[in-house]
C-alpha cells in the first residue's frame, strides 16, 4: 500500500520497542570499571574525613592528614619522583600552585578524584519517547 517513507507496520514497531538495541560491552565495562574505584576511593576518602574529624576533636585544633603524608607512606619513591619531575617541567607553577596541592587534605583530594571518576563512569539517562542507538 501506499506507505510514507521509513514508516515500518505496527508488528516492526513493537519488536524495535521490546528489543533494546545491542550496546558495545567494552565501554559498559569500562564504565562500571570508573564507577567502582570512584564509589572505593569515595568510600575511602570518607574515611580520611572520619580520621580527621575524630583528631581534631581529641586535640581541640584542626588537624588533617595532607596528601604528602599519605602518598609518603603508600610509596616514597614514587612521590620524590613526581616532585622532582614537577620541579623540572613546571618550576614556575611549583611554589605557588603546585606545592601547595600536595598540602591539601587527603579526603578533599581524594573526594575530588572519586566524584570525577564517578561522572565519568555513570550511565545516560534513558530518553522516554525516543529510540537510542
Same mark, same amino acid.
Given at each position: 500500500?501506499?506507505?510514507?517513507?521509513?514508516?515500518?507496520?505496527?508488528?516492526? &514497531?513493537?519488536?524495535?520497542?521490546?528489543?533494546?538495541?545491542?550496546?558495545?560491552?567494552?565501554?559498559?565495562?569500562?564504565?562500571?570499571?570508573? &564507577?567502582?574505584?570512584?564509589?572505593?576511593?569515595?568510600?575511602?576518602?570518607? %574515611?580520611?574525613?572520619?580520621?580527621?574529624?575524630?583528631?581534631?576533636?581529641?586535640?581541640?585544633?584542626?588537624?588533617?592528614?595532607?596528601?604528602?603524608?599519605?602518598?609518603?607512606?603508600?610509596?616514597?619513591?614514587?612521590?620524590?619522583? %613526581?616532585?622532582?619531575?614537577?620541579?623540572?617541567?613546571?618550576?614556575?607553577?611549583?611554589?605557588?600552585?603546585?606545592?601547595?596541592?600536595?598540602?591539601?587534605?587527603?579526603?578533599?583530594?581524594?573526594?575530588? %578524584?572519586?566524584?570525577?571518576?564517578?561522572?565519568?563512569? &555513570?550511565?545516560?539517562?534513558?530518553?522516554?519517547?525516543?529510540?537510542?542507538?
Amino acid at each position: 500500500m501506499n506507505k510514507p517513507a521509513g514508516k515500518g507496520n505496527a508488528c516492526e &514497531r513493537a519488536l524495535t520497542i521490546i528489543r533494546p538495541p545491542q550496546r558495545q560491552h567494552g565501554s559498559v565495562m569500562i564504565k562500571f570499571l570508573l &564507577r567502582f574505584i570512584g564509589l572505593c576511593l569515595l568510600a575511602t576518602g570518607f %574515611v580520611f574525613l572520619v580520621y580527621d574529624g575524630t583528631k581534631s576533636i581529641a586535640n581541640h585544633d584542626v588537624i588533617y592528614t595532607k596528601v604528602v603524608d599519605v602518598w609518603a607512606i603508600i610509596d616514597q619513591n614514587s612521590l620524590n619522583l %613526581v616532585q622532582s619531575w614537577l620541579k623540572q617541567k613546571a618550576a614556575w607553577a611549583w611554589d605557588p600552585y603546585l606545592q601547595r596541592a600536595f598540602d591539601l587534605p587527603a579526603w578533599v583530594v581524594i573526594g575530588i %578524584v572519586a566524584i570525577i571518576l564517578t561522572l565519568l563512569g &555513570r550511565k545516560k539517562k534513558p530518553l522516554i519517547g525516543y529510540a537510542r542507538d
